[in-house]
Each structure stands twice: as C-alpha cells, then as structure tokens.
C-alpha cells in the first residue's frame, strides 16, 4: 500500500511563501515521478510541477516562481512556492507515477497514487 501524505499549506499575503512537503511509504520511491497538482473550488485539477529522474517540468503559471525537488534517501518530495499569488490558492495534492514519459506528466490519470492534499491560501 502507498501513501503519500502531504503538510506545509496554509495562509500566506500575497507576495509571500510556503514550502510544500509530501512524504511517501510503501514503494521504491525513487523508481516513480512525483507531482503536484492543485485544485481550486469549482475548477478541475490541474498540474502544476513534476520530477523524475529526467528532470524537472512546470506549468507556465508557476514557472520562474515555484521549485520541485526530491529527497530519495528519505523519500521527500518539496516544492518551493515563491512570490504567491491570490490565484495560486488551491488545494494540493501530491501524487506518484510510473509513466515514464515527461510528456504524461500533466495529466492525472497517469498518477497512480495520491496524497489527501493540503489547503493553500493566498491573501491579496
């Protein structure tokens, strides 16, 4: 059984920031890409950063702003989130994938596991 289990969202001013962290069991951690997704009320889920071992890969609205990294010795995974904006306010939701193609990373369908999300609010 995975689990991935999510901690650090919480309320931050506009401008601000937060690091995300996601901590993973019950896998070889480093045989899978991590992501972050996040979705906000009314909206569908959308990606926002992934890693694996070809390197990391953002979404546009987060590019230049937020940072993904991994910590395989102790199965971690972080994202850096600079320079907040209102409209970055969403739940996030950590989750793993054994594609092994970058170009699936975006969609959610092709993770196989999922955390239980951490809320982000961003204040204007």
């Known amino acids: 059984q995975v689990q991935l289990v999510e901690s650090g969202g919480g309320l931050v001013q506009a401008g601000g920031s937060l690091r995300l962290s996601c901590a993973a069991s019950?896998?070889?951690?480093?045989?899978?890409?991590m992501g972050w997704f996040r979705q906000a009320p009314g909206k569908e889920r959308e990606f926002v950063a992934a890693?694996?071992?070809?390197?990391?890969y953002y979404a546009d609205s987060v590019k230049g702003r937020f940072t993904i990294s991994r910590d395989n010795a102790r199965n971690t995974v972080l994202m850096q989130m600079n320079t907040l904006k209102p409209e970055d306010t969403a739940v996030y939701y950590c989750?793993?994938?054994?594609?092994?193609?970058?170009?699936?990373?975006?969609?959610?369908?092709?993770?196989?596991?999922w955390g239980q999300g951490t809320q982000v609010t961003v204040s204007s």
């Open positions: 890693i694996s071992w070809l390197g990391t």
């Open positions: 989750a793993a994938s054994r594609t092994i193609n970058p170009r699936h990373y975006v969609y959610p369908r092709e993770y196989d596991y």
């Open positions: 019950g896998h070889t951690f480093s045989n899978y890409a």
